[in-house]
């Protein structure tokens, strides 16, 4: 029976512990390369993102400011409650019906 030798390794162990050493390099040089691209990634997708947002605010901040939208002809709110407040007089007797319709007239002719 043949004994386990003792000593230093044969040329077989020794090629076979620096493959083994020259793996793990390999493997932990490729692990830190690929969180490295990751992070560099993530930080361009990040400015990206925040220079998308800083246009985004720079448009609307240029943006024109919409005209107030334009009274269509015809009643206003200002001539309906003109309207409203003489139908109240009318209602208390303040007013007869020959001065209402009077009021009521040149309400809706400058309205």
Known sequence: ???RRMGRPGLLGLAARTAV???TATA???GMSR???QRQADQAELQAF????QQ???AVAAA???PAPQQTPGLGTDTISQLERLQALRDSHVL?????????ARILQTG
């Not at 925040?50 to 947002?53: G, L, P, S």
């Open 28 to 30: 932990v040089s490729g």
């Open 35 to 37: 969180r490295q691209q």
């Open 50 to 53: 925040e220079q998308q947002q």
């Open 21 to 23: 050493v020259a793996g």
């Open 1 to 3: 029976m043949m004994g």
């Open 64 to 66: 024109p400011v919409a």
């Open 56 to 58: 985004a605010q720079a």
């Open 96 to 104: 007869s019906d020959e001065e209402f319709e009077t009021q009521k």
